[in-house]
């Protein structure tokens, strides 16, 4: 079993939607969670970073953290075409530490 | 704005030719600098970690005379492909750590190896 596993899409919705992506891992361990944004040909940009379980808000995205499930979600409110990316999780235990990346979601918001 | 410089954005050349790719931190002290390999359609795979003034540490599998970096100082670090060649074509990406801020990556290299 991977460290994380991440459903690799592609997702393709409708401007407007709401988009759920998620991720699962197996290491209890893990205490930082972030997402990162990743568009074509350049590197993944931090979203949102979480710490231990729990919701957290920024805009129209929202981080939920379920570590008893070993979960996490990204939610994203009234998607726009500039929200088109690669979507990628990462957990690692220490704030500082090498991260685990999932495979990332293609996601695609059709105007 | 950015937070960490990477430089070139993209590569081409012959096989056998050394790359030099560099990651520079603009607003904090990079004592520690992560190196990524991502293959297309692939997740982010750690290939070393560079600590500022030593010795880097080179993940298993990964060839550590292929793949040379250094990290002289608190500003740079670099990774020299040596002799490339086509099975190493790949989107090298750096991230800076060891400060407030380590989760800052640069836009990465494409390297394409003919």
């Known amino acids: 079993q991977k460290e994380v596993e991440q459903d690799p899409g592609p997702l393709s919705v409708p401007e407007g939607a709401i988009v759920s992506l998620n991720c699962t891992y197996s290491n209890s361990a893990f205490q930082y969670f972030m997402w990162y944004r990743q568009y074509s040909r350049k590197g993944p940009e931090l979203l949102m970073y979480t710490y231990s379980s729990g919701n957290k808000e920024d805009g129209r995205f929202t981080a939920q953290v379920d570590k008893s499930s070993k979960y996490i979600s990204l939610f994203i409110r009234d998607s726009q075409p500039s929200d088109s990316a690669t979507y990628l999780c990462?957990?690692?235990?220490?704030?500082?530490?090498?991260?685990?990346f999932g495979k990332g979601t293609k996601l695609s918001v059709k105007p | 704005g950015a937070v960490v410089s990477q430089h070139p954005s993209w590569v081409i050349c012959k096989s056998g030719t050394s790359v030099k790719i560099e990651c520079r931190s603009l607003d904090f002290q990079a004592t520690t600098m992560f190196w990524y390999r991502q293959f297309p359609k692939q997740s982010l795979m750690l290939m070393a970690t560079?600590?500022?003034?030593?010795?880097?540490?080179?993940e298993q599998g990964v060839e550590k005379d292929k793949f040379l970096i250094n990290h002289a100082s608190l500003t740079l670090s670099t990774l020299t492909v040596t002799s490339a060649h086509p099975e190493d074509s790949s989107f090298y990406i750096c991230r800076l750590g060891g400060s407030n801020q380590p989760q800052h990556f640069g836009d990465g290299t494409r390297l394409s190896i003919l």
């Open positions: 990462a957990m690692s235990g220490g704030s500082q530490g090498n991260l685990i």
């Open positions: 560079s600590n500022e003034g030593s010795k880097a540490t080179y």
